[in-house]
Protein backbone atom coordinates (compact mmCIF):
# COMPACT_ATOMS: atom_id res chain seq x y z
CA UNK A 1 0.00 0.00 0.00
CA UNK A 2 1.49 3.66 -1.39
CA UNK A 3 2.93 5.68 1.66
CA UNK A 4 1.42 8.95 1.53
CA UNK A 5 3.58 11.75 2.37
CA UNK A 6 2.97 15.16 0.99
CA UNK A 7 5.56 18.14 0.47
CA UNK A 8 6.10 20.83 2.74
CA UNK A 9 4.23 24.23 1.21
CA UNK A 10 3.67 27.23 3.34
CA UNK A 11 0.20 27.53 2.54
CA UNK A 12 -2.49 28.07 5.37
CA UNK A 13 -3.87 25.37 7.77
CA UNK A 14 -5.61 21.89 11.67
CA UNK A 15 -6.51 20.28 12.48
CA UNK A 16 -7.49 20.17 12.29
CA UNK A 17 -10.46 17.98 12.49
CA UNK A 18 -7.72 17.26 14.11
CA UNK A 19 -6.40 19.24 16.65
CA UNK A 20 -7.16 22.84 15.96
CA UNK A 21 -5.01 24.99 17.97
CA UNK A 22 -4.95 28.60 18.63
CA UNK A 23 -2.33 32.06 18.18
CA UNK A 24 -0.02 32.77 20.92
CA UNK A 25 -1.49 35.78 22.99
CA UNK A 26 -2.07 39.10 20.86
CA UNK A 27 -3.13 43.03 21.89
CA UNK A 28 -5.54 43.01 19.48
CA UNK A 29 -8.34 41.37 20.80
CA UNK A 30 -9.63 40.47 17.57
CA UNK A 31 -6.66 40.16 15.49
CA UNK A 32 -4.48 36.66 15.82
CA UNK A 33 -1.79 35.51 13.54
CA UNK A 34 -0.01 31.52 13.49
CA UNK A 35 1.41 30.22 17.01
CA UNK A 36 4.46 29.07 18.24
CA UNK A 37 4.76 26.63 20.58
CA UNK A 38 6.98 24.80 23.10
CA UNK A 39 8.22 21.04 23.68
CA UNK A 40 6.39 19.93 26.53
CA UNK A 41 2.88 22.16 25.79
CA UNK A 42 -0.14 19.90 26.39
CA UNK A 43 -4.44 19.73 26.82
CA UNK A 44 -6.49 17.44 27.72
CA UNK A 45 -10.15 17.27 26.47
CA UNK A 46 -13.36 15.85 27.66
CA UNK A 47 -13.41 13.34 25.46
CA UNK A 48 -10.11 11.72 26.84
CA UNK A 49 -7.37 13.10 24.15
CA UNK A 50 -4.53 14.27 25.36
CA UNK A 51 -2.25 16.86 23.01
CA UNK A 52 1.88 16.99 23.87
CA UNK A 53 4.24 18.98 21.46
CA UNK A 54 7.06 16.41 21.70
CA UNK A 55 9.00 18.84 19.06
CA UNK A 56 9.59 22.18 17.38
CA UNK A 57 12.04 21.91 15.04
CA UNK A 58 12.23 25.43 12.93
CA UNK A 59 9.16 25.84 10.75
CA UNK A 60 7.70 22.28 11.93
CA UNK A 61 5.77 21.54 14.86
CA UNK A 62 5.22 17.54 15.96
CA UNK A 63 2.53 16.76 18.55
CA UNK A 64 1.43 13.69 19.92
CA UNK A 65 -2.22 12.40 20.47
CA UNK A 66 -3.90 14.33 17.40
CA UNK A 67 -5.17 11.40 15.80
CA UNK A 68 -7.19 9.84 18.56
CA UNK A 69 -7.86 6.59 16.59
CA UNK A 70 -3.99 5.79 16.66
CA UNK A 71 -2.62 6.19 19.43
CA UNK A 72 1.59 5.51 17.85
CA UNK A 73 1.01 8.49 15.62
CA UNK A 74 2.44 11.50 16.03
CA UNK A 75 1.34 14.47 13.15
CA UNK A 76 4.23 17.21 11.69
CA UNK A 77 2.47 20.75 11.28
CA UNK A 78 3.85 23.64 9.78
CA UNK A 79 4.39 27.19 10.77
CA UNK A 80 0.44 27.63 9.14
CA UNK A 81 -0.81 24.78 11.09
CA UNK A 82 -1.29 22.50 8.19
CA UNK A 83 -0.64 18.78 8.45
CA UNK A 84 2.73 17.83 6.41
CA UNK A 85 2.76 14.35 7.64
CA UNK A 86 1.94 11.52 10.19
CA UNK A 87 4.74 9.44 11.41
CA UNK A 88 5.22 7.15 14.18
CA UNK A 89 7.32 8.02 17.17
CA UNK A 90 10.89 7.18 15.57
CA UNK A 91 9.89 9.21 12.31
CA UNK A 92 8.98 6.48 10.07
CA UNK A 93 5.75 7.30 8.07
CA UNK A 94 2.92 6.11 8.54
CA UNK A 95 0.29 5.00 5.76
CA UNK A 96 -2.63 7.00 6.39
CA UNK A 97 -4.70 4.56 4.93
CA UNK A 98 -4.55 2.05 7.61
CA UNK A 99 -4.64 4.82 10.22
CA UNK A 100 -8.33 4.66 11.54
CA UNK A 101 -10.61 7.25 11.14
CA UNK A 102 -10.15 10.93 9.71
CA UNK A 103 -6.74 12.47 8.26
CA UNK A 104 -6.72 15.81 6.56
CA UNK A 105 -3.38 15.56 5.69
CA UNK A 106 -1.63 18.30 3.01
CA UNK A 107 -1.47 22.13 1.90
CA UNK A 108 -5.35 22.35 0.65
CA UNK A 109 -6.37 22.08 4.29
CA UNK A 110 -7.08 25.35 5.24
CA UNK A 111 -8.60 24.75 8.55
CA UNK A 112 -7.41 28.24 10.10
CA UNK A 113 -6.24 31.58 7.23
CA UNK A 114 -4.74 33.88 9.13
CA UNK A 115 -4.57 36.31 10.80
CA UNK A 116 -8.01 35.34 12.40
CA UNK A 117 -10.77 38.52 12.23
CA UNK A 118 -14.34 38.35 13.27
CA UNK A 119 -15.84 38.09 10.19
CA UNK A 120 -13.68 36.33 7.99
CA UNK A 121 -14.80 33.69 5.90
CA UNK A 122 -12.91 31.42 3.40
CA UNK A 123 -13.42 28.13 1.57
CA UNK A 124 -12.04 25.54 0.50
CA UNK A 125 -12.16 21.59 -1.20
CA UNK A 126 -9.40 18.82 -0.43
CA UNK A 127 -9.11 15.45 0.25
CA UNK A 128 -8.80 13.52 3.10
CA UNK A 129 -8.44 9.76 4.00
CA UNK A 130 -11.34 8.38 6.08
CA UNK A 131 -11.25 4.57 6.97
CA UNK A 132 -9.05 3.49 4.05
CA UNK A 133 -10.37 5.85 1.30
CA UNK A 134 -9.87 9.00 -0.12
CA UNK A 135 -12.84 11.16 -0.25
CA UNK A 136 -13.28 14.59 -1.74
CA UNK A 137 -14.31 17.20 0.96
CA UNK A 138 -15.62 20.77 0.88
CA UNK A 139 -15.58 23.08 3.77
CA UNK A 140 -17.19 26.81 4.21
CA UNK A 141 -15.71 28.61 7.55
CA UNK A 142 -16.92 32.09 8.93
CA UNK A 143 -15.48 33.80 12.04
CA UNK A 144 -18.35 34.63 13.87
CA UNK A 145 -17.43 35.77 17.12
CA UNK A 146 -15.00 36.83 19.46
CA UNK A 147 -16.63 35.78 23.13
CA UNK A 148 -16.20 34.87 26.27
CA UNK A 149 -16.62 30.89 26.50
CA UNK A 150 -16.75 28.20 29.69
CA UNK A 151 -14.79 25.29 30.06
CA UNK A 152 -13.85 22.57 32.33
CA UNK A 153 -10.46 24.44 32.03
CA UNK A 154 -11.81 27.46 32.64
CA UNK A 155 -13.48 30.49 31.05
CA UNK A 156 -11.91 32.19 27.97
CA UNK A 157 -12.03 34.87 25.11
CA UNK A 158 -11.98 32.52 22.25
CA UNK A 159 -13.30 32.94 18.77
CA UNK A 160 -16.39 31.02 17.49
CA UNK A 161 -15.70 29.43 13.75
CA UNK A 162 -18.86 27.92 12.23
CA UNK A 163 -18.18 25.41 9.72
CA UNK A 164 -20.11 23.54 6.90
CA UNK A 165 -18.48 20.35 5.27
CA UNK A 166 -19.73 17.92 2.46
CA UNK A 167 -18.30 15.05 1.33
CA UNK A 168 -19.00 12.75 -1.62
CA UNK A 169 -17.26 9.71 -3.54
CA UNK A 170 -17.43 7.51 -6.20
CA UNK A 171 -20.45 5.23 -5.38
CA UNK A 172 -21.16 7.31 -2.39
CA UNK A 173 -23.80 9.22 -1.50
CA UNK A 174 -23.52 13.07 -0.68
CA UNK A 175 -23.26 14.39 3.13
CA UNK A 176 -23.80 17.20 4.83
CA UNK A 177 -22.96 18.69 8.21
CA UNK A 178 -21.76 21.41 10.35
CA UNK A 179 -19.65 22.28 13.06
CA UNK A 180 -18.67 25.12 15.60
CA UNK A 181 -15.29 25.13 17.42
CA UNK A 182 -14.07 28.19 19.79
CA UNK A 183 -9.95 28.64 20.26
CA UNK A 184 -8.63 30.92 22.68
CA UNK A 185 -5.01 32.68 21.69
CA UNK A 186 -4.11 32.33 25.72
CA UNK A 187 -4.60 28.61 25.67
CA UNK A 188 -3.09 28.47 22.27
CA UNK A 189 -5.85 25.89 21.42
CA UNK A 190 -9.31 25.13 20.18
CA UNK A 191 -11.17 24.81 23.82
CA UNK A 192 -14.40 23.63 22.59
CA UNK A 193 -16.28 22.04 19.68
CA UNK A 194 -19.73 21.08 18.58
CA UNK A 195 -21.06 19.20 15.79
CA UNK A 196 -24.06 18.13 13.83
CA UNK A 197 -22.06 14.71 12.47
CA UNK A 198 -23.30 12.33 14.98
CA UNK A 199 -20.06 10.20 14.52
CA UNK A 200 -17.97 13.21 15.83
CA UNK A 201 -18.45 13.77 19.67
CA UNK A 202 -18.85 17.32 21.00
CA UNK A 203 -15.78 18.18 22.89
CA UNK A 204 -14.38 20.96 25.71
CA UNK A 205 -10.44 21.65 27.20
CA UNK A 206 -10.63 19.63 30.28
CA UNK A 207 -7.06 21.05 31.58
CA UNK A 208 -3.57 22.15 29.60
CA UNK A 209 0.02 23.01 30.83
CA UNK A 210 1.39 25.60 29.17
CA UNK A 211 6.18 25.93 28.64
Request: contains cysteine.
Amino acid sequence: MTIYRLAITTTSIVLAILPAWATAPTALAQSAGPPSFSIGDTWTRSNGQELTVVRVDGGRTVVAGVLRDCAACVSHYNNELQLLEVTDASGKPMDIMQVPGFVPLGSSWRVFDWPMVVGKAWSFSADGAFKGSVRPYNVDTTIAAYEEVKTKAGTFKAYKMQRSWSVGGRGARRSEWSDSLWYAPDVKSTIKFTSTNRNVPDWELASYSLK
